[in-house]
């Protein structure tokens, strides 16, 4: 079997993306005995989540008539793939359409980035439709904020991507681009919330969902392959890991508050000392648990040596990696990337004073699937088409 093309959701809700009580309540609300229910949660999770089921039909290890009430009240539909994408690199980008929440909401488009290496797959997730945060160099941060995706929402892009990589039981990977070989290597090996939004804005559906993508028995995803990435909602990060449990990533990007209030303007809200300190009581932090903190190289904005030791001082104490990001450019942008000679520069000086400093290599660029680039260019095509068809109308 292929890899599948994700069902469009029609109006009876799908039980993707539930969590285990919300599948308890969705049997008790087909009359299921509660003295069954645990065994059924069970059954249902392994379905859905461990093997991908798009039927009931193949749920043969439950009763007939349980299927056929499941049938009749849910569905086992995955959001639409409005666009799907391959970077010359082997990155892929799809445009996902989630189904109205409400009356009020027309359906909320979101864009979710997989990028695969030889030994690893590492899906990229969003966490909000837009962002509000408007970070100026980034081309998400340009989308103004719609609203918070729910936690079924978030576990649904690792069923939809799973679905589109053949990584399910009995599905095939495509072969039009790298991904993860070996025997037992899944296409999806690690969880980054580097997509739309700021996860700690929605921690609660966050935690909802990290349950379920971490759930040894379904999708089983270790925490530690789960990295949330926040620009710094200070009060948010001490509980995300003790609720959580997961990596952390701290989008920094400058290390004097002037500078930050710029490019990060929620610093104005909670600054550098104060985000530095939430970050060395983060539960759980050790060398083997160490908090990656994001850097983006803008030519002559904070890329020089004297910036360098001042991240070095910075971090004294707490321990760290620095992901150094080639700025990838957007149309529009005001900032250009870091020459390479003054990257390295930088990353020797992080490195000889004892942490690890990798340059991210841009991935997706030619896609706009690369860090900081994640924005819909649907809703601009669709501005264009109106356009054009008013002109021809008039």
């Known amino acids: 079997m292929n890899a599948a093309s994700p069902i469009v959701a029609p109006s009876a809700p799908t039980l993707v993306g539930m969590t285990r009580a919300e599948l308890g309540d969705a049997l008790r609300a087909i009359d299921t005995p509660e003295r069954e229910?645990?065994?059924r949660v069970s059954q249902l999770w392994g379905w859905i989540y461990f093997h991908g089921a798009r039927d009931f039909d193949k749920m043969l290890n439950i009763a007939k008539v349980v299927r056929g009430k499941l049938?009749?009240?849910?569905?086992?539909?995955?959001?639409?793939v409005t666009s799907a994408q391959v970077s010359s690199d082997g990155t892929r980008k799809w445009l996902i359409k989630m189904p109205p929440v409400d009356a009020r909401d027309r359906g909320a488009e979101i864009e979710c980035v997989y990028i695969p290496e030889n030994s690893r797959g590492t899906l990229c997730v969003s966490s909000q439709v837009g962002c509000t945060l408007t970070c100026t160099f980034c081309h998400t941060g340009t989308q103004k904020l719609v609203r918070n995706l729910t936690s079924r929402e978030i576990v649904q892009q690792l069923v939809?991507?799973?679905?589109?990589?053949?990584?399910?039981?009995?599905?095939?990977?495509?072969?039009?681009?790298?991904l993860p070989s070996g025997e037992g290597v899944r296409a999806v090996s690690n969880i980054v919330f580097m997509g739309m939004g700021e996860p700690l804005f929605n921690v609660d559906n966050v935690a909802a969902a990290?349950?379920?993508?971490?759930?040894?028995?379904?999708?089983?995803?270790?925490?530690?392959?789960?990295?949330?990435?926040?620009?710094?909602?200070?009060?948010?990060?001490?509980?995300?890991?003790?609720?959580?449990?997961?990596?952390?990533?701290?989008?920094?990007?400058?290390?004097?508050d002037d500078l930050r209030d710029t490019l990060v303007p929620l610093n104005k809200k909670y600054p550098i000392k104060e985000l530095m300190n939430a970050c060395r009581d983060y539960p759980g932090l050790s060398n083997a648990r160490r908090i990656t903190f994001e850097y983006v190289?803008?030519?002559?904005?904070?890329?020089?040596?004297?910036?360098?030791r001042e991240l070095v001082r910075l971090l004294k104490g707490v321990p760290a990696k620095i992901n150094l990001i080639p700025f990838n450019p957007w149309p529009g942008t005001k900032y250009e990337c870091s020459d390479w000679g003054t990257i390295e520069t930088f990353s020797d000086i992080v490195f000889n004073a004892g942490y690890a400093s990798p340059v991210r290599t841009p991935r997706g660029r030619d896609i706009l699937a690369a860090c900081g680039q994640l924005k819909s260019e649907t809703e601009k095509t669709r501005a264009r088409a109106r356009m054009m068809a008013e002109e021809d109308g008039g």
């Open 37 to 39: 229910i645990r065994m």
């Open 71 to 80: 049938a009749d009240r849910y569905t086992l539909a995955r959001p639409e």
């Open 297 to 308: 190289m803008l030519k002559g904005v904070n890329d020089s040596p004297a910036e360098a």
């Open 210 to 256: 990290i349950d379920v993508l971490s759930d040894g028995d379904g999708l089983s995803l270790s925490k530690r392959r789960i990295t949330v990435s926040t620009s710094g909602v200070v009060p948010e990060i001490p509980p995300l890991g003790e609720r959580a449990g997961t990596m952390l990533a701290i989008s920094l990007h400058a290390v004097r």
């Open 160 to 178: 939809v991507a799973r679905d589109m990589i053949g990584d399910f039981p009995g599905l095939t990977r495509p072969t039009d681009g790298l």
